[in-house]
């Protein structure tokens, strides 16, 4: 039985890896338009079924009650308009998004917490 052998060097690769990631700025983009949506940041984190998945942390608008039925509705608005892989398979309600002092998500944090 003869092994195939991947002629692509390393670096190719990897970025071809890195090309094929979804970018969780196209799903925040999406995610922004839904009415209930006040701020939101995808980060991806481990699953020991999956390896990887996304979770969306969403702090809703004030006059929004956070639910299982807003969470859900959440996921499947995103699977509307993006690629099934692309969307988030959880949702965590937050009261405020960490930022960095750039004033962008700090996703380090998300992700650690």
Known sequence: MRM???SWPIAQQHDHLQQSRPLPEE???VLMMHP???DVVV????????GQQFKAVVRVK???RECSDLAAD??????????HEKAPQRVDF????PRT????FDRRELELS
């Open 62 to 64: 004030p006059e929004v």
């Open 4 to 6: 195939a052998i991947c």
């Open 43 to 50: 980060i991806s984190v481990d699953d020991l079924k999956r």
């Open 101 to 104: 002092a750039a004033g962008e």
């Open 27 to 29: 799903v925040e983009d």
């Open 94 to 97: 937050v009261n405020d998004i």
């Open 36 to 38: 209930a949506i006040y």
């Open 74 to 83: 959440i996921i499947d608005y995103a699977r509307d308009r993006v690629a």
